[in-house]
């Protein structure tokens, strides 16, 4: 019985006409049970080292590349609200809420009428 690291269950995994990521399973069985392989617990796989100053898969350069980037592109966002159509601007404004909620019709005319009561 051999003993193999995720990688290579990867690597099988994609020759068996899978994708990587995906489970080698059949109908619910492993595969791994069929080729008599024992997935060792132990074994943990461990990323390549990448050279100083890298952040994730971007090197300095291309960080303040993708960085400024960005920067750029907010400066065209928009962060104030544009009404689209006043009369319904209008309307919702003169409508009456409870709790940030329109109330109905009926119920907005016993609301006035109660107002006007006490």
């Not at 074994?43 to 993708?66: D, H, K, L, M, N």
């Not at 980037?69 to 209008?90: A, G, H, S």
């Amino acid at each position: 019985m051999k003993s193999i690291t995720p990688k290579a269950i990867q690597a099988l995994g994609s020759s068996l006409g899978g994708h990587p990521g995906q489970s080698l399973t059949t109908g619910g069985r492993p595969l791994m049970e069929d080729t008599g392989i024992i997935i060792s617990p132990d074994i943990e796989y461990t990323p390549p080292p990448r050279p100083e100053g890298w952040v994730g898969a971007y090197s300095p350069q291309f960080r303040i590349v993708r960085i400024q980037r960005f920067l750029e592109k907010r400066e065209c966002w928009v962060w104030t609200k544009k009404v689209m159509y006043d009369t319904r601007k209008n309307f919702a404004d003169s409508r009456m809420r409870v709790k940030g909620k329109f109330v109905k019709k009926e119920d907005e005319v016993l609301m006035k009428e109660l107002m006007i009561l006490t």
